[in-house]
């Protein structure tokens, strides 16, 4: 069974950054891709960031610029990097692996951004 842990979430201010950390439990280059959604309170899961087995990058566009997902491929670790945080970033941010067209998926960690 596929396991995927996040953590690093928390409350930043505005403008802040923090950096989430999502543990696969399998070698990451079993799946086709490795991603970041969000899930705002009373909105449906959205997708933030990918990076695909070939290492290409992609990202929604409100989050261009001020995010950055990357992998340390011996730890089977993938991360979001967040700076510049702005209020509407708050969300519990999911990691999920995909294969295929499955997903598997992680608990999630609160990010909440508030002055």
């Known amino acids: 069974q596929v396991q995927l842990v996040e953590s690093g979430g928390g409350l930043v201010q505005p403008g802040g950054s923090l950096k989430l950390s999502c543990k696969v439990s399998?070698?990451?280059?079993?799946?086709?891709?490795i991603n970041w959604y969000r899930q705002a309170p009373g909105k449906e899961r959205d997708f933030v960031a990918s990076?695909?087995?070939?290492?290409?990058?992609d990202y929604t566009d409100p989050v261009k610029g001020r995010f950055t997902i990357s992998r340390d491929n011996a730890k089977n670790m993938v991360y979001l990097q967040m700076n510049s945080l702005k209020l509407e970033d708050t969300a519990v941010y999911y990691c999920?692996?995909?294969?295929?067209?499955?997903?598997?998926w992680g608990k999630g960690t609160l990010v909440t951004v508030s002055s």
């Open positions: 399998e070698n990451i280059f079993n799946f086709n891709s």
């Open positions: 990076i695909n087995v070939g290492g290409r990058t």
């Open positions: 999920s692996a995909k294969i295929l067209s499955r997903y598997y």
